[in-house]
């Protein structure tokens, strides 16, 4: 099954609105199966220092980029608009 790589930016000024829709968020990626998808890898994009969420990455198995964007456009993150830009590449896994 192809591998997506899902790279999202908050918006600027968006840690409010994150740290209000983490919860939903965390629980809504634990649903991967009903769209499809298998989560092989998550988690929060930081600042240098480690201190402050800024986006998010994720490596998806999916069947297609149709199952992904349905997985992404349904994320409570997308929905609050805490995500600005959002990039899905395939990706082609060489080691790991």
């Not at 919860?23 to 201190?51: C, K, M, N, W």
């Not at 199952?67 to 409570?76: I, L, M, N, R």
């Amino acid at each position: 099954m192809p591998l997506f790589a899902l790279h999202a930016l908050d918006r600027p000024g968006a840690l409010p609105l994150r740290l209000e829709h983490y919860a939903a968020h965390r629980a809504f990626v634990e649903t991967d199966t009903d769209y499809g998808i298998t989560i092989v890898l998550s988690g929060p994009l930081q600042t240098d220092d480690g201190e402050t969420m800024t986006g998010s990455l994720f490596l998806i198995e999916a069947p297609s980029r149709a199952a992904v964007d349905a997985f992404v456009a349904a994320d409570p993150f997308t929905r609050a608009g805490v995500w600005g830009e959002v990039t899905i590449t395939r990706f082609h896994r060489r080691r790991g």
